[in-house]
């Protein structure tokens, strides 16, 4: 992702994005716009990058998986 500081519709290495609605508790919204403002970016950026990282982690995660077969 590219961190600009602006509020820039384009992600890096994405020329098919997909938009998608979430809501969030008052707390959790308010750290995200702590978060965001501490970066100097949007609350979706840090969002996107939270996503990515999490998601990245799933597949590192399914990747050492124990073999079950042999149970």
């Not at 590219?2 to 098919?16: A, R, Y």
């Not at 979430?22 to 609350?43: C, N, Q, R």
């Not at 996503?51 to 079950?68: F, L, S």
Request: glycine share 6%; hydrophobic share 35%.
């Amino acid at each position: 992702m590219v961190q600009d500081g602006g509020m820039s519709n384009k992600i890096e290495g994405c020329e098919d994005i997909r938009r998608l609605s979430v809501s969030f508790s008052h707390k959790t919204y308010d750290s995200l716009e702590e978060i965001a403002a501490s970066k100097k970016v949007s609350i979706a950026w840090v969002v996107r990058d939270a996503v990515e990282i999490y998601t990245k982690g799933q597949k590192d995660d399914a990747n050492i998986m124990p073999d079950t077969q042999d149970v």
